[in-house]
């Protein structure tokens, strides 16, 4: 049985890089695709222009100017509001929310960031008292998104496997002029110390096959241009290819979301960072290499360790990681090639075991049914929903 149509607020500030907005708004769209409405409430709309170029039906993006006043509000109230990722929202906002309780409760959430360390599932759902501010006495519930049962789980879309199975792999190859027979590794990554180790490494697979790197725009490209010769740099930009050795790099161009996951699921071995590209290499079912975006106080090394923990990742496939990730100053390791393999048969078992779980979206719509009909019950109003 569908879930009834409600209107969610997703606020979303784009602290830096591409995550926030790339989660948000596959979150918005998983939504819209179950028949939810969405305003997608964002202070930085400028990534959706490549990410989303077309948009979404049932996904209306919003500016979040901050601070927003009432004037800046809608009539309409929202039955959800989603602050994602502890983005603190506007007085005007949390007034709001507080004055329409009476008339129309809602469920309030705070997403939180993905992570396989075990305060996740201690920290699901629990509820939290705001205790001051305009929204006093309003409650909030802590939304972890995670990689087991007791967690909210991972964001899949419905139609995602149905996606994956009618995806032409030798057409997306012979479009980017990758041929048939070579191994395709993807590239989105930060500054890693160990690019120029990599190089080698794929130079050394390039003896057996041709190897193609395909190298995505921002961050990627530039540390790989960093640590090319001039004259490759220069064709790189130019011609958007580039021979290194035996090595083909390609410079790729933005791609929207959906060509994204078209990119990994079209590569041999995928190399991602951040969060929502590990979830997406999850779905390719690849062998992958992840860049965990880097704190400060160096708390991603333990958040490091329990996804190798989950994934029950090979020795090699940890020890490549420490060192990917500067855990391990160390060279990387040479990995032979049909280490590959192994890495594939783990990366296919740890999505065999994340689809026998409710992906995200089923998880909240269920939370949210369940809390709304509580709440309008405890305060017997009407339920307002389309569905
Ligand atoms: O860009 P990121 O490094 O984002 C990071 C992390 O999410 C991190 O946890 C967060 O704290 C920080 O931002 C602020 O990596 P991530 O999460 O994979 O997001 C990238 C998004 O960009 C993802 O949705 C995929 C999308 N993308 C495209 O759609 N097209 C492209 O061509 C590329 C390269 C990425």
């Given at each position: 049985?569908s879930?009834?149509?409600?209107l969610w607020?997703?606020?979303c500030?784009?602290?830096d890089?591409y995550?926030?907005i790339g989660v948000?708004?596959?979150?918005?769209?998983n939504?819209?695709?179950?028949?939810?409405?969405?305003r997608?409430?964002?202070?930085?709309?400028?990534a959706?222009?490549?990410?989303?170029?077309?948009?979404?039906?049932?996904?209306?993006?919003c500016?979040w100017?901050?601070?927003?006043?009432?004037?800046?509000?809608?009539?309409?109230p929202?039955?959800?509001?989603?602050?994602?990722?502890?983005?603190?929202l506007?007085e005007?906002?949390?007034?709001?929310?507080?004055?329409q309780?009476?008339?129309?409760?809602?469920?309030?959430l705070?997403?939180e960031?993905?992570s396989?360390?075990p305060?996740?599932?201690r920290?699901?759902?629990l509820?939290?008292?705001?205790?001051?501010?305009?929204?006093?006495?309003?409650?909030?519930t802590f939304?972890?998104?995670?990689?087991?049962a007791?967690?909210?789980?991972?964001l899949?879309?419905p139609?995602?496997?149905?996606?994956?199975q009618?995806?032409?792999?030798?057409?997306?190859?012979a479009?980017?002029?990758?041929?048939?027979?070579?191994?395709?590794v993807?590239?989105?990554c930060y500054?890693?110390?160990?690019?120029?180790?990599?190089?080698?490494?794929?130079q050394t697979w390039?003896?057996?096959r041709p190897?193609?790197?395909?190298v995505?725009p921002?961050?990627?490209?530039?540390?790989i241009?960093?640590?090319?010769p001039?004259?490759t740099?220069?064709?790189?930009?130019?011609?958007?290819?580039?021979?290194?050795?035996?090595?083909?790099l390609h410079?790729?161009?933005?791609l929207?979301?959906?060509?994204?996951?078209?990119l990994l699921?079209?590569s041999?071995?995928?190399?991602v960072?951040?969060e929502d590209?590990?979830?997406?290499?999850l779905w390719?079912?690849?062998?992958?290499?992840?860049?965990?975006?880097?704190?400060?106080?160096g708390?991603?090394?333990?958040k490091?360790?329990?996804?190798?923990h989950?994934?029950d990742?090979?020795?090699?496939?940890?020890k490549?990681?420490a060192?990917?990730?500067?855990?391990?100053?160390?060279?990387?390791p040479?990995?032979?090639?049909?280490?590959?393999?192994?890495?594939?048969t783990c990366v296919q078992q740890?999505r065999?075991?994340?689809l026998?779980?409710p992906?995200?979206?089923?998880?909240?719509?269920?939370?949210?049914e369940?809390?709304l009909?509580?709440?309008r019950?405890?305060?017997k109003?009407?339920?307002?929903?389309e569905?």
């Amino acid at each position: 049985m569908s879930a009834p149509s409600r209107l969610w607020d997703i606020f979303c500030a784009v602290v830096d890089n591409y995550g926030d907005i790339g989660v948000c708004w596959r979150l918005a769209v998983n939504l819209a695709q179950r028949g939810q409405r969405v305003r997608l409430w964002v202070d930085d709309a400028a990534a959706l222009r490549w990410l989303a170029p077309q948009g979404h039906a049932g996904v209306e993006v919003c500016h979040w100017s901050r601070p927003l006043t009432s004037a800046d509000l809608p009539v309409e109230p929202a039955d959800v509001l989603v602050e994602a990722f502890g983005c603190t929202l506007d007085e005007a906002v949390q007034a709001r929310w507080a004055q329409q309780q009476t008339a129309h409760p809602g469920v309030w959430l705070n997403l939180e960031y993905l992570s396989a360390e075990p305060y996740v599932e201690r920290s699901h759902l629990l509820p939290s008292p705001v205790l001051a501010g305009p929204a006093a006495d309003c409650v909030k519930t802590f939304f972890y998104p995670g990689f087991t049962a007791k967690t909210g789980g991972l964001l899949r879309e419905p139609d995602l496997l149905l996606r994956q199975q009618a995806f032409d792999r030798a057409a997306w190859r012979a479009q980017w002029g990758v041929p048939a027979n070579a191994l395709a590794v993807s590239l989105f990554c930060y500054e890693p110390p160990a690019l120029p180790d990599l190089l080698q490494q794929l130079q050394t697979w390039a003896e057996a096959r041709p190897v193609h790197l395909l190298v995505t725009p921002g961050r990627a490209l530039q540390a790989i241009m960093n640590v090319l010769p001039a004259a490759t740099q220069q064709a790189l930009r130019e011609q958007g290819r580039a021979a290194h050795g035996r090595l083909v790099l390609h410079a790729l161009p933005w791609l929207a979301q959906t060509a994204f996951d078209e990119l990994l699921w079209a590569s041999d071995c995928n190399w991602v960072r951040g969060e929502d590209s590990l979830v997406r290499a999850l779905w390719a079912g690849q062998p992958f290499v992840w860049h965990i975006y880097p704190q400060h106080d160096g708390a991603h090394h333990a958040k490091l360790q329990a996804f190798l923990h989950w994934l029950d990742a090979p020795a090699s496939l940890r020890k490549f990681h420490a060192v990917w990730n500067g855990v391990l100053p160390e060279a990387l390791p040479q990995l032979a090639y049909n280490e590959l393999a192994q890495w594939r048969t783990c990366v296919q078992q740890a999505r065999e075991r994340l689809l026998q779980q409710p992906d995200l979206a089923v998880q909240l719509l269920a939370f949210v049914e369940e809390s709304l009909v509580s709440i309008r019950n405890q305060t017997k109003l009407p339920d307002r929903s389309e569905g």
